[in-house]
Every structure is written in C-alpha cells, then in structure tokens.
C-alpha cells in the first residue's frame, strides 16, 4: 500500500512539475520581453502561459494518462488482493 502512495505522489509531482515548470517559463521570457519593450498589458502573459499548458497537454497527454491508468490498476490490483 505504501508503494503505491509513493508512487503516486511520484506520479503527480512529475506531471504537475512539468505543467508548471513550463508555464513559469513562458511567464518569465513574457515579463522580461514586457520589460524591455515597456508594454504592460497583462494578458499577454496570460494568454502564453494558457497556450504553453495546452500544448503541453497535446504533447504529453498520452504519456500522462498511460502513467495515470497504470497506478490506477495497481490500486484495484492491490484492493482486490
């Protein structure tokens, strides 16, 4: 049981780093470019990091459901036993 807890704190930290280590990114290279252009509209950064998450999740969607699905049955897997 304490496996697969492990395993799917494991599971979401790495799915969620990623969704976030890539938004934080996007929002960074939008402040500096706000910054040196003086533009400072809001949404602009807004609408980068909204792109960025969705083409993560096209990009890597499928490898997170497999991840997602498999601890999934190693759950009922482990409950049935």
Do not use: H, P
């Not at 929002?27 to 960025?52: D, M, N, P, R």
Request: glycine share 8%; proline share 0%; aromatic share 6%.
């Amino acid at each position: 049981m304490i496996e697969i807890l492990l395993e799917g704190i494991i599971i979401v930290l790495t799915i969620s780093g990623i969704i976030l280590g890539s938004t934080v990114i996007v929002g960074l290279v939008c402040a500096i470019a706000q910054t040196a252009t003086q533009i400072q509209e809001q949404t602009i950064s807004l609408v980068g990091k909204w792109v960025i998450t969705i083409i993560v999740f096209l990009i890597l969607g499928d490898w997170m459901n497999e991840m997602l699905i498999e601890l999934f049955t190693k759950s009922l897997e482990f409950k049935v036993q």
